[in-house]
């Protein structure tokens, strides 16, 4: 079972993106042959700034690193060292059906919260079915909002294959349905592009400052809270915290006298220990970014090994070579 997933170095990485990609990508490295990277061609789309862009993703390195990617169990690379992805985008974009791109709910998400259109925002998902594609992925661990460019993905490779024969392995969604919608400061969907995140790896003081920050209701903490499962705090906190622990909290909300202030403490004190060893192992790794850049290329080669097999054969059977 060859499992493939991608991060974004847009910006620093928030829990969100660990319980929604990251633990279950980790997890999977102890299951078959995982290939993980760094959607630094994707980043584009809203990144502009080169060197942020080359900061972000050597942060992206250092923070999957520090929470448990094993290069020993995993290929770890940046996408752009792997270029033929993007000659195989080519390949599938002169088949992609404009109408499946305009159905894309993420676009139209990104529009919606102010983004900027342009042409690689559009085509995100071709360029996504192309990381999947190029090394016979079998299991792609998404977050709900990716499931459906998996499914373009399946789509773009079907008719691939029914164009030019057998070409490309279907992949399949995995999707986690308990931690696969983080909810954000706001109780949207926590994005870095929505300004509502909680850092994996945040300075203490300014996180601290963030989490006590989160918009309340007006009850009293004497109140009871029927609805405390609805909460946003409440659902950060069965992430971070024992689940024993985090039920015992959200029936004491239920109850009353629980006050929000409390229920915040707990939430970031429970965020800070269950990423504390995660943040010794990050300072280890940024004292040593020779390792790190080591793992990268040792990756990329690897990587690029399987990526340009599958692009001949991709090649050949379009009658490019």
Not at 73 to 100: H, N, R
Not at 133 to 148: A, E, H, M, T, W
Not at 229 to 248: S, T
Not at 278 to 288: D, G
Request: with cysteine; net charge neutral.
């Amino acid at each position: 079972m060859r499992i493939l997933s991608g991060i974004q170095p847009s910006g620093a990485l928030h829990i969100g993106n660990y319980f929604g990609m990251m633990l279950p990508a980790i997890e999977l490295q102890e299951r078959g042959e995982a290939l993980y990277f760094i959607a630094n061609y994707h980043s584009m789309t809203s990144l502009f700034d080169a060197e942020q862009r080359r900061k972000n993703s050597m942060d992206v390195a250092l923070d999957f690193l520090a929470c448990g990617l094993d290069p020993k169990k995993a290929i770890f690379w940046k996408q752009s060292d792997v270029p033929e992805v993007t000659e195989l985008a080519w390949l599938l974009t002169t088949l992609t059906p404009m109408g499946l791109l305009e159905r894309c709910h993420s676009y139209k998400d990104k529009l919606a919260h102010g983004i900027s259109p342009n042409h690689g925002l559009f085509a995100y998902p071709v360029l996504m079915a192309a990381d999947i594609l190029i090394f016979d992925s079998n299991i792609v661990p998404v977050g709900r909002d990716q499931k459906q460019h998996v499914e373009v993905t399946r789509d773009i490779a079907i008719k691939f294959n029914q164009q030019y024969g057998d070409t490309f392995v279907i992949p399949e969604p995995q999707i986690r349905e308990e931690v696969a919608a983080v909810p954000g400061l706001d109780g949207q969907k926590m994005s870095k592009s929505y300004g509502n995140t909680i850092e994996i790896f945040g300075e203490e003081k300014p996180t601290r400052k963030k989490v006590m920050s989160i918009v309340m209701d007006s009850r009293t903490p004497q109140e009871p809270k029927p609805d405390a499962e609805k909460n946003i705090v409440v659902q950060l906190l069965k992430h971070v915290a024992p689940p024993e622990v985090a039920r015992d909290i959200e029936e004491r909300l239920r109850a009353g006298g629980l006050g929000y202030g409390d229920l915040k403490k707990n939430l970031f004190e429970y965020y800070w220990n269950y990423f504390a060893p995660m943040r010794v192992r990050r300072a280890e790794l940024a004292s040593n970014l020779d390792y790190v850049q080591q793992v990268l290329r040792e990756g990329a080669d690897r990587a690029g090994a399987v990526a340009r097999q599958v692009l001949t054969r991709a090649k050949c059977a379009a009658g490019l070579d």
